[in-house]
């Protein structure tokens, strides 16, 4: 298995912005809902294109050499979003947990975004993907840690 590139040559910001990625993308916001209580509970943020094209052509433009910053970006993205969209209910966000090198910059990031653009953080959740393989437990727990100690809702 091909190594994920080196993101030191990134900074926070670049990735934030999806820089060097190559294309656009958007999100869309599915509903969970909490049907004894007949309430949105939370919105999933799924990757859409610019002009709502369906998630298949987003991943189309994910490559081995932008994956991750793509992961990184999408947070920021589905954060800012669903702040101008005034989604008060949780948001949960698929994240690969082979894209969080150091924790405790990826973290920053998000945590960034939720500040920047007034998110309460304990209302994010993350959601690892079923796509990826977990190469190191202990670096996941690791995130999971990060995540809480700074007030994250949950990692499931």
Known sequence: MRQPPD???FSCQQCAQACDLGFDFSMAFQPIIDWPNNRVFAYEALARGPEGQAAGWVFEQVNE??????????RVKAIQLAA?????????INFMPNAVYR??????????????????????????????????????????????????????
């Open 7 to 9: 993101f030191a040559e």
């Open 65 to 74: 050499d932008n994956r991750y910053r793509f992961d990184q970006s999408c």
């Open 84 to 92: 101008e969209l005034g989604i008060d209910a949780y948001l949960s």
């Open 103 to 156: 924790p405790e910059l990826c973290i920053r990031t998000t945590l960034s975004a939720a500040e920047t653009y007034g998110f309460e953080k304990h209302k994010i959740i993350f959601e690892f993907t079923e796509n990826e393989r977990i190469q190191n437990d202990d670096h996941l727990r690791n995130i999971v840690e990060h995540y809480r100690k700074q007030g994250v809702c949950n990692c499931c």
